[in-house]
């Protein structure tokens, strides 16, 4: 995605990186970098609104269930995996 202004940090690297925003996942210099571009760029700020707002309501709707231990494991595991950029167990296998 890009707004089709010029910024110090392209709109897909900060949309990239918003649930890491979102949750304090990042050090200091990356959240002020993230920070400056939605001062600047009202697109990012919107979605920024509208991911803030969701995150919001599921933790009003779920904030007391407790996920299984086995699903809890499953996601920490594919989040692993995708950091790694290793293929995902859903996604085929290209041969070169």
């Known amino acids: ?9 392209d709109c897909g690297e900060v949309l990239d990186h918003l649930y890491e925003f979102l949750d304090n996942e990042m050090g200091e210099d990356d959240y002020a ?19 803030q707002a969701i ?12 996920a299984p231990s086995d699903l809890r494991g ?4 594919r989040i692993e995996r995708i950091r790694a950029g290793l293929p995902q167990e859903d996604e085929p296998v290209q041969q070169t």
């Open 55 to 66: 995150k919001a309501l599921v933790k009003r709707s779920c904030g007391c269930d407790t």
């Open 1 to 9: 995605m890009s707004c089709g202004n010029h910024h110090d940090t």
């Open 33 to 51: 970098k993230l920070r400056q571009h939605f001062d600047e760029c009202s697109p990012c700020l919107q979605k920024y609104g509208l991911e």
């Open 74 to 77: 499953k996601v920490l595991a």
